[in-house]
């Protein structure tokens, strides 16, 4: 797997918004695994059945700014990880919880010690829009369209922040194991579309959480 060069000065204490499911369960995971005290947000935290002696389970809402602030309080890195269902909703809109989420984490960030921040949007989102092919365009537009104009509000809001960030834009997702080599493509001229899974895309992450190389930057990762 692709390995940041790590920075010395490692934060300790996490969170992760999103963490009952998806990559934010694998990052949960992972986090512990590396030695991390993590925090795991979700509106559902209190059911999840992972137990260790550095889990914090944190039950709020995403959109609840005194929620938000108070999960913040003595950590020194976010991941987010937010995800929508895959309804009628979805194809109907209007979709607004990743840009109204990442609003609401931006405001609480910037009033608190945390700077450190990691968010998962996707392949498609942003300025990397313009990689995808031609021949998926009309399919991605009909069904992810809605869904990734909010991802795109989402990414500029954090790229206009002045936090120390990182935008991950995983492919398409997969539950597959995670010790296949995965590819982290950060030149625009490299973006192309792929499948991964969502224990490689919880590593990248894990391990750029203290490597400043990975500050400012809005890397496809791909299997």
Not at 41 to 53: E, Y
Not at 107 to 115: L, P, V
Not at 135 to 159: C, H, P, T, W
Request: proline share 4%.
């Amino acid at each position: 797997m692709n390995q940041p060069k790590p920075n010395q000065t490692a934060a300790t204490h996490l969170l992760v918004m999103g963490a009952s499911s998806g990559i934010g369960l694998e990052v949960v995971k992972q986090g512990l695994a590396a030695g991390y005290q993590v925090r795991a947000f979700a509106r559902s935290a209190q059911s999840m059945t992972l137990q260790h002696d550095q889990l914090e389970k944190f039950a709020g809402d995403a959109l609840e700014p005194t929620a938000v602030q108070e999960a913040l309080q003595n950590i020194d890195a976010v991941v987010q990880t937010l995800g929508v269902p895959f309804n009628l909703q979805l194809f109907t809109g209007p979709i607004t919880l990743f840009s109204q989420a990442t609003q609401t984490l931006v405001a609480a960030m910037n009033e608190s010690d945390c700077q450190r921040l990691l968010s998962v949007t996707g392949f498609g989102a942003g300025d990397s829009q313009a990689s995808i092919h031609p021949l998926q365009r009309l399919g991605f537009n009909l069904v992810f369209g809605r869904a990734y104009a909010d991802k795109s509000k989402q990414e500029q809001m954090i790229k206009n922040s002045n936090l120390d960030w990182t935008i991950a834009r995983p492919g398409v997702l997969t539950n597959g194991a995670g010790n296949k080599p995965y590819q982290t493509l950060v030149a625009a001229t490299d973006w192309r579309n792929g499948v991964v899974s969502r224990v490689a895309v919880a590593d990248y992450l894990i391990k750029s959480v203290a490597d400043q190389n990975t500050y400012s930057t809005t890397p496809v990762i791909i299997g």
